[in-house]
């Protein structure tokens, strides 16, 4: 909702701003605003991605994960079963 919203106030500005510019009132370099929003673009996904790694490879070196291959068989057979069981309901 709150996405919505700031698009439409975005696309209200940017719609507002051409207007302007149509009857001559101001003088807009579309040139540099496109550059600009492209730059501001590549940075927000560039730190989007790194704080994904940055997460992700903290889980990954968590001692606390459980690989397959350290897990006992009953456990192995206790998931089994109960899976098997939900299945059927």
Same mark, same amino acid.
């Given at each position: @909702?709150?996405? /919505?919203?700031?698009? &439409?106030?975005?696309?209200?500005?940017?719609? $507002?701003?051409?207007?302007?510019? %149509? /009857? #001559?009132?101001?003088? &807009?370099?579309? =040139?540099?605003?496109?550059?600009? +929003? =492209?730059? @501001?673009? %590549?940075? *927000?996904?560039?730190? &989007?991605?790194? *704080?994904?790694?940055? +997460? *992700?490879?903290? %889980?990954?070196?968590?001692?606390?994960?459980?690989? *397959?291959?350290? +897990?006992?068989?009953?456990? #192995?057979? #206790?998931?089994?079963? $109960?899976?098997?069981? $939900?299945?059927? /309901?």
């Amino acid at each position: @909702m709150i996405v /919505r919203i700031a698009a &439409v106030i975005i696309g209200a500005f940017i719609l $507002g701003i051409a207007f302007l510019a %149509y /009857r #001559g009132w101001i003088d &807009v370099h579309w =040139q540099t605003i496109e550059n600009q +929003t =492209q730059a @501001m673009a %590549y940075n *927000a996904s560039a730190a &989007v991605l790194a *704080a994904i790694n940055n +997460t *992700a490879s903290k %889980y990954a070196a968590h001692p606390s994960l459980v690989s *397959a291959e350290n +897990t006992p068989i009953s456990a #192995g057979a #206790g998931f089994l079963l $109960g899976f098997v069981v $939900g299945v059927k /309901r």
